[in-house]
C-alpha cells in the first residue's frame, strides 16, 4: 500500500538546473532512509545521493552539484540538480526503506522514475 511518487523532471539546457521530488504515501510507520538513483541506457543503476534523518552519502558522479533534502513531515525527499551535463542524463528513481504499519522491519520501495535529459 505504499507508493512513492517521482516529479520535476524534464528537459533543461547543459549548465541548468532541476528539482526533483518524491513523496511516499501510504501506511508508513516511519522512513529510515530516502534517495535517488539513476539509470542510463545500457548501463546500471547508480546512487546519487540518499538521507536519513541526520546524515546525507553521495555518489562519486555528482562531483558536489547535486543535493538531497528531506522533509520528514511530508515524506518527501528531494534533489537539486545544479550545473546539469548531458552525461547526467537517465531515468532518475526515487527510493525509500519504510517501516510499515504491522511490521518492525523496513521494505524497500522504488518510484516509476522520472526522466531527465540534459542537451549540450
Known amino acids: 500500500q505504499v507508493q512513492l511518487v517521482e516529479s520535476g523532471g524534464g528537459l533543461v539546457q547543459a549548465g541548468g538546473s532541476l528539482r526533483l521530488s518524491c513523496a511516499a504515501s501510504?501506511?508508513?510507520?516511519?522512513?529510515?532512509?530516502m534517495g535517488w538513483y539513476r539509470q542510463a541506457p545500457g548501463k546500471q543503476r547508480n546512487l546519487v545521493a540518499t538521507i536519513t534523518q541526520g546524515r546525507t552519502n553521495y555518489g562519486p558522479a555528482m562531483q558536489g552539484r547535486f543535493t538531497i533534502a528531506r522533509d520528514n513531515a511530508k515524506n518527501t525527499v528531494y534533489l537539486q540538480m545544479n550545473n546539469l551535463k548531458p552525461e547526467d542524463t537517465a531515468v532518475y528513481y526515487c527510493?525509500?526503506?519504510?517501516?510499515?504499519?504491522?511490521?518492525?522491519?523496513?521494505?524497500?520501495?522504488w518510484g516509476q522514475g522520472t526522466q531527465v535529459t540534459v542537451s549540450s
Open positions: 527510493n525509500a526503506n519504510i517501516v510499515e504499519s504491522g511490521s518492525y522491519l523496513s521494505t524497500s520501495y
Open positions: 501510504g501506511s508508513i510507520v516511519s522512513i529510515n532512509a
